[in-house]
């Protein structure tokens, strides 16, 4: 059997090769190839699938957040909440914008930001928290908009990794401040380069957000704000407009997948399968296990061993970086989740035969 890949695109681009080469034929033809029909007509479906007044494209969910912060008025000397358990560009986008990242530790349980201990953090210089709905699954957003509501601070969601997710019936990005979500290929609902989107219910950050996307300007050469270039183009919009529809076919078959996963490793010493919260919908950007008994490595190298790929998200936390080295607080619970994490092959349609194979090779490490 050929190796097996920690995610699979080639069944989905044939499954659509058709409509895919007709939508870029058709933006082709229109000779628009930046902010045209096609931004256009998928930015009103995105709100509309997302129950949100207004959805706004990007050129990466990197941009989302910088352009979100700025959006909401956060700058230098304001501190802004966040796990330092996720991808790095969470805190990168804080720095962007001159403002102090403060970290809570994670729930050990769910990998996402700990709302419990997340209190004590906040200061008079706490302008906002961005929780990350770390590997497709909701963060507990009910604690986290009553602290919001307290203390008058903004809720960003980063939702990089959990596009279809829910929390409570509600979709996420949908509930803050400020949704913001990321369009590279690998995500659930991922372009064929990269792409984001910032969604809000709020008129003026959404018309501040459209500002900042095309160099500070509402009109054409009358910039009125430091802005970036950060605006979706039509082939990648066509892209999404295609998958779109199917986004919440190909999430259910992920969530199946990770059923079947879990229903085999659950029992096996050394392994913890993810725990799924009862308030919301994890949609599995990423099925995620903990190795238990200090043997995450040797695991991992037996699998590719074996022509099976897998990934550690993330092998360093982000206040270990370099980039943090003034930072000398411990967070002990992302620090474990990082030496124990592993991540397995899935996508929409894996089939159950290459699950099998990696369910067999995984036993028979353990076991041996």
Same mark, same amino acid.
């Given at each position: 059997?050929?190796?097996?890949?920690?995610?699979?695109?080639?069944?989905?681009?044939?499954?659509?090769?058709?409509?895919?080469?007709?939508?870029?034929?058709?933006?082709?033809?229109?000779?628009?190839?930046?902010?045209?029909?096609?931004?256009?007509?998928?930015?009103?479906?995105?709100?509309?699938?997302?129950?949100?007044?207004?959805?706004?494209?990007?050129?990466?969910?990197?941009?989302?957040?910088?352009?979100?912060?700025?959006?909401?008025?956060?700058?230098?000397?304001?501190?802004?909440?966040?796990?330092?358990?996720?991808?790095?560009?969470?805190?990168?986008?804080?720095?962007?914008?001159?403002?102090?990242?403060?970290?809570?530790?994670?729930?050990?349980?769910?990998?996402?930001?700990?709302?419990?201990?997340?209190?004590?953090?906040?200061?008079?210089?706490?302008?906002?928290?961005?929780?990350?709905?770390?590997?497709?699954?909701?963060?507990?957003?009910?604690?986290?908009?009553?602290?919001?509501?307290?203390?008058?601070?903004?809720?960003?969601?980063?939702?990089?990794?959990?596009?279809?997710?829910?929390?409570?019936?509600?979709?996420?990005?949908?509930?803050?401040?400020?949704?913001?979500?990321?369009?590279?290929?690998?995500?659930?609902?991922?372009?064929?380069?990269?792409?984001?989107?910032?969604?809000?219910?709020?008129?003026?950050?959404?018309?501040?957000?459209?500002?900042?996307?095309?160099?500070?300007?509402?009109?054409?050469?009358?910039?009125? *704000?430091?802005?970036?270039?950060?605006?979706?183009? !039509? #082939? =990648?919009?066509?892209?999404?407009? /295609?998958?779109?529809?199917? &986004?919440?076919?190909?999430?259910?078959?992920?969530?199946?997948?990770?059923?079947?996963?879990?229903?085999?490793?659950?029992?096996?010493?050394?392994?913890?399968?993810?725990?799924?919260?009862?308030?919301?919908?994890?949609?599995?950007?990423?099925?995620?296990?903990?190795?238990?008994?200090?043997?995450?490595?040797?695991?991992?190298?037996?699998?590719?061993?074996?022509?099976?790929?897998?990934?550690?998200?993330?092998?360093?936390?982000?206040?270990?970086?370099?980039?943090?080295?003034?930072?000398?607080?411990?967070?002990?619970?992302?620090?474990?989740?990082?030496?124990?994490?592993?991540? *397995?092959?899935?996508?929409?349609?894996?089939?159950? !035969? #290459? =699950?099998?194979?990696?369910?067999? /090779?995984?036993?028979?490490? &353990?076991?041996?």
């Amino acid at each position: 059997m050929n190796k097996i890949p920690i995610l699979d695109l080639q069944p989905e681009i044939q499954f659509l090769r058709d409509k895919l080469n007709a939508a870029f034929q058709d933006v082709l033809h229109s000779g628009q190839f930046i902010m045209g029909p096609q931004v256009k007509a998928l930015e009103a479906e995105l709100a509309d699938f997302l129950g949100v007044k207004h959805a706004i494209t990007l050129n990466s969910g990197t941009d989302a957040l910088v352009i979100g912060l700025r959006a909401l008025g956060i700058n230098e000397g304001d501190e802004v909440i966040t796990t330092p358990f996720t991808f790095y560009a969470t805190a990168e986008a804080i720095q962007h914008v001159g403002a102090r990242t403060v970290f809570v530790d994670i729930n050990p349980e769910n990998f996402n930001i700990n709302t419990e201990t997340l209190e004590e953090k906040i200061t008079d210089r706490t302008k906002a928290i961005i929780p990350v709905h770390l590997f497709g699954q909701a963060a507990n957003m009910t604690s986290l908009l009553a602290l919001a509501q307290k203390y008058k601070v903004k809720i960003i969601e980063d939702v990089a990794q959990a596009f279809g997710g829910t929390y409570r019936n509600k979709m996420l990005g949908s509930i803050g401040d400020v949704g913001c979500f990321s369009f590279f290929p690998s995500k659930n609902l991922g372009a064929y380069g990269d792409g984001g989107l910032l969604a809000t219910n709020s008129d003026e950050v959404a018309e501040v957000a459209k500002m900042l996307r095309s160099h500070g300007s509402k009109r054409k050469y009358y910039n009125e *704000l430091v802005g970036y270039n950060s605006r979706l183009d !039509e #082939i =990648q919009a066509a892209v999404l407009r /295609i998958k779109l529809p199917y &986004i919440q076919e190909w999430n259910d078959k992920r969530r199946q997948a990770a059923a079947y996963y879990s229903e085999a490793l659950r029992d096996i010493r050394g392994i913890q399968v993810p725990q799924e919260e009862s308030y919301g919908k994890h949609v599995y950007h990423q099925y995620t296990i903990r190795i238990t008994n200090g043997k995450r490595e040797a695991l991992k190298t037996y699998l590719e061993d074996q022509g099976i790929s897998s990934m550690v998200y993330y092998p360093t936390p982000v206040h270990k970086l370099p980039i943090f080295e003034d930072v000398h607080e411990s967070f002990p619970a992302s620090e474990q989740a990082a030496a124990e994490v592993l991540s *397995l092959p899935i996508w929409p349609n894996i089939q159950r !035969e #290459i =699950q099998d194979r990696i369910i067999s /090779i995984i036993k028979d490490f &353990i076991y041996r």
